[in-house]
């Protein structure tokens, strides 16, 4: 019978669960976003945990489905516990997911194992793709990060950031004021996509630390501003943030590249799963001439999701009980 590992996440953005087999493969998924209110930017974190609290008994018997087709042994829970490795790092809506994964491994008597929201992004990244085996970059581009990070098998370290706004915060925030729902992403996309304007740049890149570091408030202020002028339409508007994003990610990853020594990077998180922003970043790396081997993740994959949670605990699982360990 096959063995599989289930992950939980429940990130600011989506409650989620998926299970994995000792292959690596994704047998079962399933995801729903938290409802946000039309013209609001997000949920409060006690909002956000109470929609979890609703919303899990739906993504749970959603995988009970699709696992009825997969004849399949539960031998590991895996949650994401809090955001990133930082000491530091906590918030609320981890403790849904982390409590329905005890849960679970308590009624079935399976090790449970906990990783970060950020590690689950970065092993999704790496599915259906050749895995990294050495030491490698990944920038993480969602509502909550914009982070640089140098990846061994030791560990992961934090090379840069932004320093205010992130790039998910970047784009939801103008397609909210464009009347979009929030989250933006893919519908900013789509505006973007019916531009029939040539790129005109208008947003300049605001780096530091020698372009491990970003700023993306003063592009916010500058793109309402344009707006509020009538200097810019939406379509306009749309297509410049992405352009503003292709070429700060472009700068963050020649830098973090150099910094840590290394040709490869992962580019992973919910504005990573944009089509336009991957064209945008590769023609801009193209045209710095970098020899950068980057990696993006598969689209199903790149959101907020629980299938790099239940890859990590299904490599934890293999390790500890099939490497000879307990």
Same mark, same amino acid.
Request: net charge neutral; glycine share 8%.
């Given at each position: 019978?096959?063995?599989?590992?289930?992950?939980?996440?429940?990130?600011?953005?989506?409650?989620?669960?998926?299970?994995? /087999?000792?292959?690596?493969?994704?047998?079962?998924?399933?995801?729903?976003?938290?409802?946000?209110?039309?013209?609001?930017?997000?949920?409060?974190?006690?909002?956000? @945990?109470?929609?979890?609290?609703?919303?899990?008994?739906?993504?749970?018997?959603?995988?009970?489905?699709?696992?009825?087709?997969?004849?399949?042994?539960?031998?590991?829970?895996?949650?994401?516990?809090?955001?990133?490795?930082?000491?530091?790092?906590?918030?609320? @809506?981890?403790?849904?997911?982390?409590?329905?994964?005890?849960?679970?491994?308590?009624?079935?008597?399976?090790?449970?194992?906990?990783?970060?929201?950020?590690?689950?992004?970065?092993?999704?990244?790496?599915?259906? /793709?050749?895995?990294?085996?050495?030491?490698?970059?990944?920038?993480?581009?969602?509502?909550?990060?914009?982070?640089?990070?140098?990846?061994?098998?030791?560990?992961?370290?934090?090379?840069?950031?932004?320093?205010?706004?992130?790039?998910?915060?970047?784009?939801?925030?103008?397609?909210?004021?464009?009347?979009?729902?929030?989250?933006?992403?893919?519908?900013?996309?789509?505006?973007?996509?019916?531009?029939?304007?040539? @790129?005109?740049?208008?947003?300049?890149?605001?780096?530091?630390?020698?372009?491990?570091?970003?700023?993306?408030?003063?592009?916010?202020?500058?793109?309402?501003?344009?707006?509020?002028? /009538?200097?810019?339409?939406?379509?306009?508007?749309?297509?410049?943030?992405?352009?503003?994003?292709?070429?700060?990610?472009?700068?963050?990853?020649? +830098?973090?590249?150099?910094? +840590?020594?290394?040709?490869?990077?992962?580019?992973?998180?919910?504005?990573?799963?944009?089509?336009?922003?991957?064209?945008?970043?590769?023609?801009?790396?193209?045209?710095?001439?970098? /020899?950068?081997?980057?990696?993006?993740?598969?689209?199903?994959?790149?959101?907020?999701?629980?299938?790099?949670?239940?890859?990590?605990?299904?490599?934890?699982?293999?390790?500890?009980?099939?490497?000879?360990? @307990?």
């Amino acid at each position: 019978m096959m063995k599989i590992t289930v992950g939980f996440d429940t990130s600011c953005y989506t409650t989620s669960a998926a299970a994995v /087999n000792q292959q690596g493969e994704v047998v079962a998924f399933a995801r729903k976003l938290l409802p946000v209110a039309a013209g609001q930017r997000g949920l409060r974190q006690s909002e956000a @945990v109470f929609a979890h609290v609703r919303q899990m008994p739906q993504v749970v018997e959603e995988l009970r489905t699709q696992l009825r087709t997969v004849a399949g042994q539960i031998v590991a829970v895996c949650s994401s516990a809090k955001p990133t490795d930082d000491d530091q790092s906590y918030m609320p @809506v981890f403790t849904v997911g982390y409590g329905q994964a005890r849960t679970l491994a308590a009624l079935l008597d399976v090790p449970l194992y906990e990783t970060t929201h950020q590690r689950g992004h970065i092993a999704a990244g790496w599915i259906g /793709n050749r895995p990294a085996h050495e030491k490698h970059i990944a920038i993480h581009l969602s509502g909550g990060t914009t982070d640089v990070l140098s990846c061994t098998e030791e560990g992961i370290h934090l090379l840069g950031k932004s320093l205010d706004l992130h790039a998910g915060q970047l784009v939801d925030r103008i397609g909210v004021r464009l009347g979009l729902d929030f989250p933006a992403g893919p519908a900013l996309e789509k505006l973007a996509l019916t531009c029939t304007e040539p @790129v005109a740049a208008l947003l300049p890149c605001s780096m530091e630390q020698g372009d491990l570091c970003c700023h993306l408030s003063g592009a916010e202020t500058k793109v309402l501003q344009l707006l509020e002028q /009538n200097k810019l339409t939406p379509e306009q508007a749309a297509l410049e943030v992405f352009d503003l994003l292709s070429r700060t990610v472009c700068r963050m990853l020649i +830098a973090g590249c150099r910094k +840590a020594g290394v040709r490869q990077a992962l580019v992973v998180g919910g504005v990573a799963s944009s089509t336009l922003l991957r064209e945008l970043l590769a023609a801009r790396l193209k045209k710095a001439r970098s /020899n950068i081997q980057v990696t993006f993740g598969d689209p199903r994959y790149s959101a907020d999701n629980a299938a790099g949670v239940a890859t990590i605990g299904m490599r934890n699982y293999i390790n500890d009980y099939e490497q000879g360990g @307990v």
